[in-house]
C-alpha cells in the first residue's frame, strides 16, 4: 500500500508539548545515563538539516513526492531537537542553538565532502535514491525502537509522553521511507544489489559520524545491550528483513554487538532498578503509526 502524502500533509505539524509538566523534571530528575542518551538524541535530531543538505544535491530533487515528504519531514525533526532541548533545560543542562553550534564545529573536515560524494555517487547510479529510501527506513525503524527504549529505561512519566508523541510522528516518517525504499527495490534488481552492498558495508548506527565514537558505544548498549536490548535489535533487524532484497543483513543486531565493552564503561546499563522495554512492547510503538500510511512493507 502506497503512503498517503495527501493526508500526511494534513496532519503534518509541531509537535505539541505546551501542555506537559517539564517542571516535573526539578523533583523528579532523569538519571546520568538517560541524560546522557538524550543529549545523543538531542544533538542528532539536530542535526537532520544537514542530512537533507546531502539528499537534495541527488537525483532525489527531482521527484515532487520526495521533496514534499522532505520539506514536512525537516520541520517536524526540529521540533523534536527542540522537545528534548526543553528536557535537558529544565535539568540545566545546555541545549538548543548553542549546543547545535557546538556539535556542527566539532565536525571533521571530511564533513564538508559528504555534499560532493552524495552528488558524484547520484551521478554514477539511477538507483542512489532507492539506497537513501532504505537507509532512511532503517534509521527511522532504529531511531524509533531507541525512543521506546529510552521512555521504558527512565521510567519518567512526562519523558515517556514526550517521546510517545515524537514516536508517532516518527511513526509517519518509517511509512513513507519504507513505502518508498519497497516500491524502488521491487522494481530493480541493480537496485537491490546497490541497496544491500551499500547498507552492508556503510550503515552504523543513527548519529556516527557526528557524535564521538564513544557516545555511539554507549548509546547503543544502553539501549540495546542485554537480554532485552537484543530482543528488541532482533526485532528492528526483521523489520528490515522485509524490505526486497535486504533479508539477513543483521545490520542493528550486529552494530551493538560491535560497540559490546568498547569505550571506558563497563557495557552494562546503569540504574538496574529501572524498568525495562520488552520486545512486545517497542514493537507495538513501532507499529504506532497510522494505518492508512502504512506500507506492505514495513
Given at each position: ?7 500526511y500533509r494534513r496532519h503534518s505539524a509541531k509537535l505539541v508539548t505546551d ?49 514534499t515528504f522532505l520539506t514536512l519531514w525537516s520541520y517536524e525533526e526540529l ?5 528534548i532541548a526543553a528536557v535537558l533545560a529544565a535539568h540545566g543542562e545546555a ?204
Amino acid at each position: 500500500m502506497r503512503f498517503d502524502l495527501a493526508t500526511y500533509r494534513r496532519h503534518s505539524a509541531k509537535l505539541v508539548t505546551d501542555d506537559l509538566d517539564l517542571a516535573s523534571f526539578e523533583s523528579r530528575p532523569l538519571d546520568a545515563d538517560a541524560l546522557r542518551c538524550l543529549r545523543y538524541m538531542h544533538d542528532v535530531e539536530s542535526h537532520t538539516i544537514c542530512y537533507l543538505r546531502d539528499l537534495l544535491v541527488t537525483r532525489a530533487h527531482r521527484d515532487p513526492e520526495v521533496t514534499t515528504f522532505l520539506t514536512l519531514w525537516s520541520y517536524e525533526e526540529l521540533w523534536h531537537g527542540e522537545a528534548i532541548a526543553a528536557v535537558l533545560a529544565a535539568h540545566g543542562e545546555a541545549a538548543g542553538p548553542t549546543r547545535v553550534a557546538a556539535t556542527r564545529r566539532s565536525l571533521p573536515r571530511r564533513d564538508a565532502l559528504r555534499p560532493v560524494a552524495s552528488q558524484l555517487a547520484s551521478a554514477a547510479s539511477s538507483h542512489v535514491t532507492a539506497v537513501h529510501m532504505a537507509w532512511g527506513a532503517v534509521n527511522e525503524w532504529t531511531t524509533q525502537a531507541g525512543y521506546a527504549r529510552l521512555a521504558a529505561r527512565a521510567g519518567h512519566p512526562v519523558l515517556t509522553e514526550l517521546l510517545r508523541r515524537v514516536m508517532r510522528q516518527e511513526g509517519r516518517h518509517v511509512d513513507f521511507y519504507a513505502s518508498q525504499a519497497n516500491e524502488r527495490l521491487a522494481d530493480s534488481r541493480a537496485a537491490r544489489r546497490l541497496a544491500r552492498f551499500t547498507l552492508r558495508r556503510l550503515w552504523a548506527p543513527v548519529g556516527s559520524g557526528v557524535m564521538p565514537a564513544a557516545e555511539v558505544a554507549f548509546v547503543s548498549r544502553y539501549l540495546f545491550a542485554g537480554p532485552e536490548g537484543a530482543a528488541v535489535a532482533a526485532r528492528v533487524d526483521r523489520r528490515i528483513d522485509r524490505l526486497p532484497g535486504l533479508v539477513g543483513l543483521d545490520l542493528l543486531t550486529s552494530a551493538v554487538a560491535s560497540h559490546a565493552g568498547h569505550g571506558p564503561d563497563d557495557g552494562r546499563p546503569r540504574g538496574a532498578g529501572a524498568p525495562v522495554a520488552t520486545a512486545a512492547s517497542v514493537d507495538a510503538a513501532l507499529s504506532a503509526s497510522p494505518r492508512a500510511a502504512r506500507p506492505s512493507a514495513a
